[in-house]
């Protein structure tokens, strides 16, 4: 997997696949925390101010998000007028947050488990990594603190959030939380099919 750059509190399996690290303007300062739909008010406020997309594109994104019931991030890659990379990469910069990369990361399936696909779809999260007590999380809005203690109450873990374009984690949260319902099916008929050799055998015994 290629290396992107560095996080310092994260696990180092997990750093190289981290975009760079943002500058943070104000020693230990994090994201302001920010309701999702001022989050994206903001998101779209930033590209106009950036450059990346005109005041027109902008509307079209946000007419895209209330019809699709996406993100206006996401409408923006959908239209074609932005890259979701270097949007991403911009907005983590913006927030002081870091960005990942899930395309270049295997999270495990023991770590998927921590999170509920249900729970995962519906504040658009995933859990990447766990290192004692903490949880690193991607997620597409990092400054949702409601969500944030929503996953720490669910998981018993501290959470960790880092920035994740709509686009690409929505991709891997059908492809991840599929895996984990097959291996679970798998692992549930193991169990069964143990249980009925056991009947079986039990069976036989009280025959004989």
């Known amino acids: ?6 996080g ?4 180092p399996d997990l750093r190289n696949q981290m975009f ?3 500058p943070r303007t104000l020693a230990g300062a994090g994201p302001a925390p920010m309701s999702t739909k001022v989050a994206q008010d903001r998101l779209g406020e930033f590209l106009v101010s950036e450059g990346m997309v005109t005041p027109e594109q902008l509307q079209k994104a946000r007419d895209e998000a209330r019809g699709s019931g996406t ?14 990379g270097p949007m991403v990469l911009a907005l983590a910069r913006e927030l002081r947050v870091q960005a990942v ?9 023991r ?3 921590l999170v509920s696909g249900e729970l995962a779809m519906k504040h658009l999260a995933v859990p990447l990594r766990r290192v004692g007590r903490r949880l690193t999380v991607a997620m ?3 400054t949702d603190l409601a969500a944030i203690d929503d996953l720490k109450f669910a998981t018993g873990y501290e959470i960790e959030p880092v920035l994740v374009g709509e686009v690409t984690l929505r991709r891997h949260l059908e492809k991840y939380y599929d895996a984990v319902d097959e291996r679970m099916q798998e692992i549930l008929s193991d169990i069964l099919e143990e249980d ?3 009947i079986e055998e039990d069976q036989e015994e009280v025959s004989v």
Do not use: S
């Open 1 to 6: 997997m290629t290396a992107l750059g560095g």
């Open 8 to 11: 310092a509190y994260l696990a």
């Open 20 to 22: 760079p690290e943002p």
């Open 71 to 84: 993100r206006i991030g996401a409408a923006l890659v959908k239209l074609g007028f932005v890259e979701e």
């Open 101 to 109: 990369d899930l395309d270049r990361i295997e999270v495990e399936p």
């Open 111 to 113: 770590i998927l488990r």
């Open 140 to 142: 597409v809005n990092p």
């Open 196 to 198: 009925v050799e056991v």
